[in-house]
């Protein structure tokens, strides 16, 4: 009869609390790395194609209502 290992049973509560805390810290940092930060990057441009610099540009967050404002550059 082969032999086999069972390592997080119900005998073995201490084990198997380690492997589910381990397994929500791993879920829990991915959650929080993909919210940190965006970039946007972009060109503001007039009917011509000439880039128009020092123009304000808005980035909203629809879902939350947050808004940043920034000024173009060159």
Do not use: K, Y
Request: glycine fraction near 10%.
């Amino acid at each position: 009869m082969a032999s086999r290992t069972v390592w997080a049973t119900r005998s073995n509560p201490l084990c198997l609390q380690i492997v589910l805390g381990l397994l929500l810290l791993a879920v829990a940092t991915v959650s929080v790395q993909a919210q940190q930060t965006a970039t946007i990057l972009g060109r503001v441009q007039d009917e011509t194609g000439g880039v128009i610099p020092g123009v304000e540009v808005v980035a909203v967050n629809e879902g939350t209502g947050f808004q940043r404002t920034s000024l173009s550059n060159d």
